[in-house]
């Protein structure tokens, strides 16, 4: 379950209180401070400002630079391509799963770490592939796991 800080939205929704016109400014705001935008901060927002939770949902899930899903500090992505599957992605995708307590596609609880599969990242030669906020490690293998996380502590 993801902690999400309400106090902190509502001092946010508190900057732009009385102006017209602030709902994107207001969203990319808690997208920055958050790292997403949790349904609660949608119902504090409409109730406070009077905007319909549609109209929000709206912009939200149009601009590319809002997430309504909980998105971690760190994203991992591991490729499971054919060439690294043969390579043995699925045995890491199962130790990272095991390491970080999430299942592919979900976000640890402590908003550290996401976890996505990808599908070729292009450098099958290098696989099993894991990418860790734009760095690539390749030839990835169980034992390696843990060493890669921690240098996201
Ligand atoms: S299949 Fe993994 S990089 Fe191509």
């Not at 504090?44 to 500090?73: C, D, T, W």
């Not at 992505?77 to 979900?106: F, N, W, Y």
């Not at 402590?110 to 860790?132: E, H, I, K, Q």
């Amino acid at each position: 379950m993801v902690k999400i800080d309400l106090k902190r939205v509502d001092e946010i929704i508190g900057r732009y209180k009385g102006e017209e016109g602030v709902l994107i400014q207001l969203l990319l705001d808690i997208q920055n401070e958050l790292n997403w935008i949790p349904r609660e901060a949608i119902t504090q927002i409409s109730e406070r400002l009077r905007i319909p939770k549609s109209h929000i949902y709206r912009i939200a899930s149009f601009y590319k630079a809002m997430s309504l899903n909980p998105v971690g500090r760190h994203t991992i992505q591991i490729c499971l391509g054919t060439a690294c599957q043969v390579r043995g992605a699925p045995k890491i995708l199962d130790r990272m799963e095991e390491s970080l307590r999430i299942k592919e596609g979900e976000t640890t609880s402590d908003m550290r770490f996401s976890l996505r599969r990808v599908n070729c990242l292009g450098c099958c030669a290098m696989g099993p592939v894991v990418v860790v906020d734009g760095n690539y490690y390749g030839k990835v293998t169980s034992a390696m796991v843990e060493d890669i996380l921690e240098k996201y502590e």
